[in-house]
C-alpha cells in the first residue's frame, strides 16, 4: 500500500513526535513501507540579529544539535536501518515539509497537530499548512 512514508517531527516536542513516529512505525512495518523522518528549523532574521550571529554560523550549530538529536530518536525506533532514514532542512515547515514529500516520492505524510485553537482551524498551524497544501496524502495525529 506505501512505500515511502514521511514523517515530519519537532524534536523538541517528544510526546507529539512519539505519537507520530508510533503510528508512521506501525503503517510502515504493516505495508513494508520506508520511514523517512525530517526535521525542519525554521529560520528568522530576527533570531540571526538578536544573537548578532551571521546565518550560517547559526545553522551550523542548530545542524549539529538537530542531527544529534535526529540521532538519539532513531537510535529508539524498532526498524531496519536500510529502511529506515532522516533529513533537516531549513526554513517554512509547511514548505520544506511538502517539498520534501515530492522529493522523496512519499506516499503519506504522518504529522503530529498540538494545541488547535480557533486560528488553525482545530489542527496545528504547521499540520494545517501540510494538509492545505500538500499533493501527498496525509494523516494527522493528534
Given at each position: 500500500m506505501y512505500k515511502t512514508i514521511l514523517v515530519p517531527v519537532d524534536i523538541s516536542e517528544d510526546e507529539l513526535t512519539s505519537k507520530a513516529v508510533k503510528h508512521a512505525l506501525s503503517l510502515a512495518k504493516k505495508t513494508g513501507a520506508r520511514l523517512h523522518i525530517l526535521h525542519v528549523l525554521p529560520i528568522s532574521s530576527a533570531i540571526v540579529n538578536a544573537y548578532s550571529l551571521g546565518y550560517d554560523e547559526i545553522k551550523d550549530k542548530a545542524t549539529i544539535k538537530a542531527e544529534?538529536?535526529?540521532?538519539?530518536?532513531?537510535?529508539?525506533?524498532?526498524?531496519?536501518?536500510?529502511?529506515?532514514?532522516?533529513?533537516?532542512?531549513?526554513?517554512?515547515?509547511?514548505?520544506?515539509?511538502?517539498?520534501?514529500?515530492?522529493?522523496?516520492?512519499?506516499?503519506?505524510?504522518?504529522?503530529?497537530?498540538?494545541?488547535?485553537?480557533?486560528?488553525?482551524?482545530?489542527?496545528?498551524?504547521?499540520?494545517?499548512?501540510?494538509?492545505?497544501?500538500?499533493?501527498?496524502?496525509?494523516?494527522v495525529i493528534r
Open positions: 544529534d538529536d535526529l540521532k538519539t530518536l532513531l537510535d529508539t525506533i524498532d526498524f531496519p536501518d536500510d529502511r529506515l532514514s532522516y533529513s533537516i532542512a531549513f526554513g517554512s515547515p509547511r514548505d520544506e515539509i511538502t517539498a520534501a514529500a515530492t522529493e522523496i516520492n512519499a506516499d503519506l505524510i504522518v504529522i503530529g497537530s498540538r494545541r488547535p485553537n480557533i486560528t488553525t482551524h482545530l489542527l496545528g498551524s504547521n499540520a494545517s499548512g501540510v494538509v492545505k497544501y500538500s499533493t501527498t496524502s496525509v494523516l
